[in-house]
């Protein structure tokens, strides 16, 4: 079993100062995990992903996520905000083996930006 | 990177009527891909696994009869929505998964179809 629990329903931050997205995960096996970002009326874009090599991800955007495994935590952070990254972000686990497994999906933290 | 289309962008059609929405991915071939279902302000929700050539893999709860999928080949799934309704309005996402398949291949997705049933 798997699930992924998003601690901010919403964070708001000044453009230029450091965002902090919060992800707490659970799951019964070695896991995959991805954050995924979605602008208004459309699908979902791949920020990072952390499956078992470095625990430090970096990613698009200047967005990174620190797999902790004593926290079970994949925090996603940017050192500093822009209006562009005003959006809903997704934390997502699945196995990190397989081929049959689903992604579990976080219940989103939306990010405001403001000037 | 890897793409994903998914058209039409946006559907507006009387109830009764059946809608097809169209997954492709334009630079990968994709084995699997997944039909989502997403309600306004909440998260992704699966409604069906897509495998190509062979039956699709719907989740609990959802109609395999109203939503029908078709993944004829290798970078081609249509979701159908049969006889639409107004509470079948809803954005719908299509995502595919790259490489060989394996569940740590992150899924790449398409922009999504917004469908209104009058």
């Known amino acids: 079993a798997q699930s992924v629990t998003q601690l901010d329903s919403h964070v708001s931050v000044s453009e230029g100062t450091p965002v902090l997205l919060r992800c707490n995960y659970s799951?019964?096996?070695?896991?995959?995990l991805f954050w995924y970002v979605q602008h208004p009326n459309k699908g979902l874009q791949l920020l990072l992903k952390?499956?078992?090599?470095?625990?430090l991800v970096k990613g698009i955007n200047g967005f990174e996520a620190e797999f902790k495994k004593s926290e079970t935590s994949f925090h996603l952070t940017k050192p500093s905000a822009h209006m562009s990254d005003a959006a809903e972000y997704f934390c997502?686990?699945?196995?990190?083996?397989?081929?049959?497994?689903?992604?579990?999906f976080g219940t989103g933290t939306r990010l405001q930006v403001t000037l | 990177g890897a793409v994903v289309s998914q058209h039409p962008s946006r559907v507006i059609c009387k109830s009764g009527t059946s809608v097809k929405i169209e997954c492709r991915s334009l630079?990968?071939?994709?084995?699997?891909m997944f039909w989502y279902r997403q309600f306004p302000k909440k998260s992704l929700m699966l409604m069906a696994t897509?495998?190509?050539?062979?039956?699709?893999?719907?989740e609990q709860g959802v109609e395999k009869d109203k939503f029908l999928i078709n993944h004829a080949s290798l970078t081609l799934s249509t979701l159908t929505v049969t006889s639409a309704h107004p509470e079948d309005s809803s954005f719908y996402i299509c995502?595919?998964?790259?490489?060989?398949?394996?569940?740590?291949?992150?899924?790449?997705f398409g922009d999504g179809t917004r469908l209104s049933i009058l």
């Open positions: 630079d990968f071939q994709a084995t699997t």
């Open positions: 952390y499956t078992s090599a470095a625990t």
């Open positions: 997502v686990v699945t196995p990190n083996t397989g081929t049959a497994s689903k992604l579990t």
């Open positions: 897509s495998n190509e050539g062979s039956k699709a893999t719907y």
């Open positions: 995502s595919a998964r790259e490489g060989t398949g394996l569940s740590n291949q992150p899924q790449h």
């Open positions: 799951s019964s096996y070695s896991p995959s």
